[in-house]
């Protein structure tokens, strides 16, 4: 079992920045690809961007923070950052951290049924 813990949501002006955390306390943090979910009241729960494992050296975003969000990994820290800029209020929604056994890169680490293991979510509220 893999245990995630977001950190660093709140509420944050359009037009400003936000860097989520994701602690985890997987032993091998490295063989894990890693990503973050949203969710927005009555929606699924989307993609948002990924990392590869070990050294990260892929990683994948979706269309809609495509140059403003950015991902990275510290696996000395087991941790998972999420750096988000240009926040605009239709980024408000449930952030999620997750996890995934796997070795996959590029496109396919998008897919949700990939990943193992979640957070509990963090509100990231972005007022006009």
């Known amino acids: 079992q893999v245990l995630l813990v977001e950190s660093g949501g709140g509420l944050v002006q359009a037009g400003g920045s936000l860097r989520l955390s994701c602690a985890t306390s997987?032993?091998?943090?490295?063989?894990?690809?890693m990503a973050w979910f949203r969710q927005a009241p009555g929606n699924e729960r989307d993609f948002v961007a990924a990392?590869?494992?070990?050294?990260?050296?892929?990683?994948y975003y979706a269309d809609s923070v495509k140059g403003r969000f950015t991902i990275s990994r510290d696996n000395a820290k087991n941790t998972v950052y999420l750096h988000m800029t240009s926040l605009k209020p239709e980024d408000t929604a449930v952030y999620y951290c997750?996890?995934?056994?796997?070795?996959?890169?590029?496109?396919?680490?998008?897919?949700?049924?990939?990943?193992?293991?979640w957070g509990q979510g963090t509100q990231i509220t972005v007022s006009s």
């Open positions: 990392i590869s494992w070990k050294r990260g050296s892929s990683t």
């Open positions: 997987a032993r091998t943090f490295s063989d894990y690809a």
């Open positions: 997750a996890a995934a056994d796997a070795a996959t890169t590029g496109q396919a680490m998008g897919r949700r049924g990939l990943y193992d293991y």
